[in-house]
């Protein structure tokens, strides 16, 4: 019988792109289901991440000082416990920190 046991799975990310990309593959690789996912603040202020990525940083190696970097990104998804190890490398291949499930 397989284990339907739900878990709730959270990671920090440094920047909005790498919290769209983790996001993007688990979509498209695991089938998850994109209104399951959320992104948000990691923190009480709005953010785009804690350091410049997109369209944030300009070819001449100078970034935009208009953005709000006031912290990680946070993504969380309810998932089925056996797709766990799977998640964790997703998020690990896109440079998640402080990873945690419930």
Known sequence: MADD???TIRANFETR???DLAVEH???QLGI???DIFIQ???A???SGSRPSGGEVLHDDASRDDAPLAGDVEVSVDIAARQ???VNRIFG???AMRVSSV
């Open 17 to 19: 792109e790498a919290a």
């Open 45 to 47: 202020e709005n953010t």
């Open 93 to 95: 291949d896109f440079g």
């Open 26 to 28: 688990l979509v498209q």
């Open 5 to 7: 046991t739900t878990v």
């Open 33 to 35: 289901s994109r209104p």
């Open 84 to 86: 766990l190890p799977k």
């Open 41 to 43: 603040s990691a923190a």
